[in-house]
C-alpha cells in the first residue's frame, strides 16, 4: 500500500457502533422520532458511526447510497470488514472476499467512506507470515477512493509486547492502523502504525450518566487531541453499557 502524509494537524471523529437500538428511543433519540428518521438523527448529534451490519452480512449499493444520501457533508461511516474474511484460517487466502467486499457497493459512500475495521476474532493466534500475506491483498484505493485499513487483533498473546511490536511493524509497513482498544480485556497496542488512529472505548457504566465519569472523559478526549496532533483520530464508544454510549460520545465532543 502507498504511504500518505500524515496531516501536520488532525481531524477527530467520535461515534458509537450502529444507530439502530432500542434503548436509545428513551434516552437518545427523541419521543416519537420515526425508526426510519434513526440514522437521520444520528448523524446530525455525532461525526461518526461505525457499521456492525457489514461484519454480518452483505450491504447492496442501494443501501450504502442511501446511508450517504441521508447523512450530513462531513459525515462519516466506518464499516467492519465481513466476518467471512476475517474468520478463515488462512489469511493469505482471503483475496476473493476481500475483493467482493470491496467491490459491493461502498464506493456509493463517496468521501463519507471512512476506514474499514478488519476484526479478528479473540482466539485469532497471531502468524507474522499470513498476517503479512493480507495485508498485502488490501488495496489503499477503490475505483479512485482513498481507502483506510484498520486491524483489531484481540487474541491474548498480543499482550506481550514482542509480538505487539512485530505486529505493529507489519502494520506499519503498510500504513495499516491498529485499532486501539480502551478501557477493556483485549490487548491495548498503543503506537499509531497508520496515518491515522482507530479506537475503540468499552467501558462505559450504568452508574455513570453520561457513561464515564467527568475524569476518563477528561483524560481520553486529551488523549484524542494528542494523537490529532499528527494525524485524523477515529474514536467509538462500544460496548459497555450501551445504552448510555451516545451521552459518553457526545461529552466526549463538548470537550473536544
Known sequence: MT?????STGKIRIGIGGWVFAPWRSNFYPEGLPQKSELDYASRQLTSLEVNGTFYRTQTPETFQNWHDQTPDDFVFALKAPRYTTSRKVLAEAGESTRRFLTSGLTRLQSKLGPINWQFAPNKRFDPEDLAAFLALLPSTIDGLPLRHALELRHEAFHDKSVAA????????????????????YPRIAEPTADFVYARIMGTEDTHLLGYAPKALDAWAAQAKDWANTRDVYLYVISGAKARNPSAARALMDRL
Open 3 to 7: 504511504q500518505r502524509k500524515s496531516p
Open 166 to 185: 512485530e505486529a505493529a511493524a507489519l502494520a506499519k509497513a503498510h500504513n495499516v492502523a491498529i485499532v486501539i482498544a480502551g478501557d477493556s480485556p
